[in-house]
C-alpha cells in the first residue's frame, strides 16, 4: 500500500509539474492590447465627422513592438459615407522610449471624392516621450474641402493612443 501511495503521489507530482510547465511556457496575450478597438468621434467641420477606432493588434506578453490601426469613417451631414482611411503604425518600446518602425495607410473613397495632399509623419527617434505617428490629408469633391488629420501615440510602456 506504501509503495502504491509512493507511486501515486510521484505520478501526481510529475503531471501538476508538467501542466505548470505547460501553462508558464507558453506565451499569453498582453492584457494591455485593446484588439477590440476604442472609438472616438472628430468634428471635422462644415457637418462632416469622422468615427476613429483605434486597434491594436494582439501581442505577446514579452514582445517589444506593437502595431495600431487608427481607421476612421468620415460622413457627411446627412450621415453619409465618404470615405475610410486607415493608418496603420508599428511601434518599438523598451520601458524607457519608443519609437515608430514603420507606417503605411490604406483607404477607400466614395464615388466623387478625391483623396489629396497625403502626408505621413513620424518619431524617427526613439524618445522619452514616447513615439507618434500621424496622417494628414485632405478629401475633395466640388467645393468640399474635409480636412483628414489621424495621429497615434505609443508611450515607453507600449500604451496606445489616439491622439
Partial sequence: MVHNLKRFSAGALACVFTFLVIITGLPTASAADDSQGTAYTQELG?????????????????????????????????????????????????????????????KSLASGWSYTNHKITSSEVSTSNGADATLTANLRKFLSNVPINISVHCSPKGVITYR
Avoid at 490601426?69 to 460622413?75: E, G, M, V
Fill in 46 to 106: 462644415d457637418g462632416y465627422t469622422a468615427e476613429v477606432i483605434i486597434s491594436v493588434d494582439p501581442s505577446l506578453t514579452r514582445d517589444t513592438t506593437k502595431t495600431a490601426h487608427a481607421t476612421s469613417t468620415i460622413k457627411d451631414s446627412s450621415g453619409n459615407w465618404v470615405a475610410t482611411i486607415t493608418l496603420h503604425a508599428t511601434f518599438m518600446y523598451n520601458g524607457i522610449t519608443a519609437g515608430v518602425t514603420g507606417t503605411t495607410y490604406s
